[in-house]
T-cell receptor, first 113, second 117 residues
Framework: DAKTTQPTSMDCAEGRAANLPCNHS???????VYWYRQIHSQGPQYIIH???NNETNEMASLIITEDRKSSTLILPHATLRDTAVYYC??????????????FGEGTQLTVNP | GAVVSQHPSRVICKSGTSVKIECRSL??????MFWYRQFPKKSLMLMAT?????????EQGVEKDKFLINHASLTLSTLTVTSAHPEDSSFYIC?????????????FGPGTRLTVT
C-alpha cells in the first residue's frame, strides 16, 4: 500500500471548517483513499473513502486532486467532539488476504472553543 | 451500522498469567478480523490477520505462540496473551471486515486496555 504524509498536528476553532491534508504521491490506480479518526482511548472510527471523485457523507467531505497525489478531509463545522487523531490511509479495495489497513502517525486535530 | 464489541474493556493481570480478549461483530458476519496493539502516543500496529476457520497470519516480529488467536465463527475472534509480562501492557484493538458492504470497510472495536503488574 502507498505511503501517506500528514501534518503532525492542527488546530481549528469550534464552528469553523477543519481542512486536513494528506499527501499520497505514490498512490496506484487501484488504491482508494480512506480516512479514519481515533478519539483518545477509543477504537478508530471510519469517516469516508474515495477513489478519484469527491465524496461527501454526513460526517465529512473528501476532496481528491485530479492527479490523486493528495487529498483533503473537510469537517464543515468542527465541534469539540471532533478533537481526535485523523488517519489518512491508502489501500487496495478488494477482498484479498493482503488487503488490510496500515496506520501511519496521523494528524492530531484539536478543536478549540 | 457495523458494530464491533470487545470484552473486557480493561483488564489487570499478574505477570506470568494469561488473559483472553474477545472480539465480536454484533450485526454482521466477518470472515476476516484483525488484531492491533497501540502503545501510548503511538499509532496502531497490526499484529495479525485472522480468517474464520483458518490459522491467523502474524506480522513480522509478533510471536504467534505468545499471542494466540482463534477465529472459530463468523462473529467471534479471541486473542489470548500467554504468560503476560509488563511489556505486554498495551491497548489492544480488534477490527472486522463487513461482508454485507462488499467486505471492503474495516470497523473497529472500542479496544481493551491490558495492564500487567
Amino acid at each position: 500500500d502507498a505511503k501517506t504524509t500528514q501534518p503532525t498536528s492542527m488546530d481549528c476553532a469550534e464552528g469553523r471548517a477543519a481542512n486536513l491534508p494528506c499527501n499520497h504521491s505514490t498512490i496506484s490506480g487501484n488504491e482508494y483513499v480512506y480516512w479514519y479518526r481515533q478519539i483518545h482511548s477509543q477504537g478508530p472510527q471510519y469517516i469516508i473513502h474515495g477513489l478519484k471523485n469527491n465524496e461527501t457523507n454526513e460526517m465529512a467531505s473528501l476532496i481528491i486532486t485530479e492527479d490523486r497525489k493528495s487529498s483533503t478531509l473537510i469537517l464543515p463545522h468542527a465541534t469539540l467532539r471532533d478533537t481526535a487523531v485523523y488517519y489518512c490511509i491508502v489501500r487496495v479495495r478488494e477482498e484479498t488476504s493482503g488487503s488490510r489497513l496500515t496506520f501511519g502517525e496521523g494528524t492530531q486535530l484539536t478543536v478549540n472553543p | 451500522g457495523a458494530v464491533v464489541s470487545q470484552h473486557p474493556s480493561r483488564v489487570i493481570c499478574k505477570s506470568g498469567t494469561s488473559v483472553k480478549i474477545e472480539c465480536r461483530s454484533l450485526d454482521f458476519q466477518a470472515t476476516t478480523m484483525f488484531w492491533y496493539r497501540q502503545f501510548p502516543k503511538k499509532s496502531l500496529m497490526l499484529m495479525a490477520t485472522s480468517n474464520e476457520g483458518s490459522k491467523a497470519t502474524y506480522e513480522q516480529g509478533v510471536e504467534k505462540d505468545k499471542f494466540l488467536i482463534n477465529h472459530a465463527s463468523l462473529t467471534l475472534s479471541t486473542l489470548t496473551v500467554t504468560s503476560a509480562h509488563p511489556e505486554d501492557s498495551s491497548f489492544y484493538i480488534c477490527s472486522a471486515r463487513n461482508l454485507r458492504q462488499g467486505a471492503y470497510e474495516q470497523y473497529f472495536g472500542p479496544g481493551t486496555r491490558l495492564t500487567v503488574t
